[in-house]
Structure formats: C-alpha cells, structure tokens
C-alpha cells in the first residue's frame, strides 16, 4: 500500500478519460437508477426535461472530480502519490461529491429529511456513480499498460536475440547462450555437438547432446552455415576460404583453432556466405 501509484494513472490522457467516462456513467445511473430521490426535483416533467435538468445537477457534482484530477495530476508530476493516499484521495471525492448533492437536496428543493441520513444515502449513491467508472477504467488501464511492458520485452527479447545464439538440447530446453561473435564452429560428435567458442580469451567447447543436422535446421536463417558433414562454421568470423588441389579450407583469426575442412556438395554454398559476410 506504500508503494507509489502506476505512472498511468495521472497521465493526462487517461485522467481525461477517466472524467468522461464518469460523467456518462453518472447520467446513465441517475436516469435508470434515479437516485437521491432526483424523479421527485421535477414533479410533473416530462421525461425528456428530466433528463436534461438530472443530467445538469450531475455534471455540475462530477466538477468536483475536474477540480480533484486537476489537482492530482499537477502534485503526481512532481511528488507521485502512494497507493494508500490515493484510496483516501478518492474517499474525499466522493464524501464533497455527496455534500454537494446533499447541499442541493436540503437548499434547492428544500427536502425536510435529517441530513445525517440524508448525507449518508448521498455517500452510498455516489460511491456506485464513482468507484464503478474508477475501477473500470483503472482495470483497463492496467491491463494496457501490461500488454505494452509485454510488448517492449518481446521487442527487447527479439533485439537480444538477434545478437545472442541460443542453443537448446534435443528436448528443447536451453542449454547455452553464448554472443555470436564468440561462437567459432560446431562439431558432431555422434548423439552430440561440440560447441567451440571463446571464452574469457580462450577457446572452450562446450557438449550438447543434439544432432548436427537439428543445429543446421534451428540456425537456417542466421550466420551459422553447414560446410561439411560434420561441421557448422560461423561465418562472423571466417576470415580465410582456401583451395588446395580438390579441398577447400575454411579459415579463422584465431590460431587456436584448426583449419575446417568443406565438403563438395557444400562447396558452392559456402563461398556465397563468404562473399555475402565479408563483404
């Protein structure tokens, strides 16, 4: 209850909203519900002048929100408020919200009943034309405030991605991320891969029980490119592509690691990659 209300609850916009929303609820609520015994004002009208009379008397008690929310949103600007504060904010609305209407009764059209009971049958009515419109829009606001945080973390999620590889084992469950630039080349070894990349200036291999061709197919679209039957090589860092008589070799800046040798049937679409990532 300490804790500072959500920063869209006093965003212009959304207090705005709020005030119309609570406006056209209270009309609707005075003239289905007829509250404050609002049908005896206008004795003899006809229900259209009614409307319009009921419906000045409420919009002239829902200023007391436009002066309140006015108020509110210039003090959460610079001192936001806390949740506990904010429920005693809304009390004091709806207790000058039901003396206005309780001063009207006893004024206006002189009603003779005593002005405890009839304070208190203001504060129940006005509770219902406020706290329903206010918890609605409150819900509704946190639930779009939700699917934009949701939003931004699948978009950071996405950006993250983009320059993480992230590889899972054969039931799909994560295993490893390692940056792309760190990742050299992938080995098969039987059941498993060999994940070789750099790590903290060395070069670390990493076991992950999977099938080469699963990595080829998980990593179709990105940097990691199949050369051989037994080897993915990551052409971030492919620095060199040699021939030798009938043999290709694939290359890197690190003399740790060894020369990776490339399969004919491969051969045409790893010189395409080394031309497109070089380049």
Same mark, same amino acid.
């Given at each position: ?20 929303? +609570? ?5 609707? *609520? ?17 229900? *259209? ?35 506990? +504060?904010?429920?005693?904010?809304? +009390?004091?609305?709806? =207790?000058?919200?039901?003396? *206005? ?31 329903? &419109? ?7 606001? +946190? ?8 939003? $931004?973390?699948?978009? %950071? ?16 469950? =994560?295993? =490893? ?13 039987? !059941? ?7 790590? $903290? ?16 197919? %998980? ?38 690691? &060894? %020369?990776? &040798? ?6 045409? !679409? ?10």
């Amino acid at each position: 209850m300490n804790e500072k209300i959500p920063e869209y609850l006093y965003e212009k916009s959304v207090i705005i909203k709020t005030i119309i929303f +609570a406006s056209v609820f209270a009309l609707i *609520f005075i003239n289905i519900y007829q509250p404050f015994n609002s049908r005896e004002w206008y004795v003899g009208v006809s229900q *259209f002048k009614y409307f319009l009379f009921s419906s000045f008397v409420i919009l002239a008690g829902v200023l007391v929100v436009v002066i309140s929310r006015i108020i509110m949103y210039y003090k959460c600007r610079k001192h936001p408020i806390t949740v506990i +504060a904010y429920i005693l904010w809304v +009390a004091v609305e709806i =207790l000058s919200m039901a003396t *206005f209407y309780t001063a009207f009764e006893g004024i206006v059209l002189h009603d003779t009943r005593d002005f405890f009971e009839m304070i208190k049958q203001s504060v129940i009515n006005t509770s219902l034309v406020l706290l329903l &419109p206010y918890s609605t829009t409150w819900l509704y606001f +946190a639930m779009r405030d939700k699917s934009k945080k949701l939003e $931004r973390y699948r978009e %950071d999620s996405i950006l993250e991605s983009k320059s993480i590889f992230l590889f899972n084992d054969e039931k799909n469950n =994560l295993r =490893l991320s390692v940056k792309k630039g760190q990742v050299y080349y992938i080995e098969s070894a039987d !059941n498993y891969v060999k994940i070789h990349y750099l790590n $903290r200036g060395k070069m670390s291999i990493f076991m992950l029980r999977n099938k080469i061709k699963k990595i080829e197919e %998980d990593f179709r679209d990105s940097t990691l490119t199949r050369c051989h039957r037994s080897y993915i090589v990551n052409f971030d860092n492919v620095k060199v592509l040699r021939k030798e008589k009938d043999s290709t070799f694939i290359g890197f800046d690190n003399e740790q690691i &060894p %020369d990776i &040798p490339v399969s004919r049937s491969y051969v045409e !679409n790893v010189v395409k990659m080394f031309y497109k990532y070089s380049s």
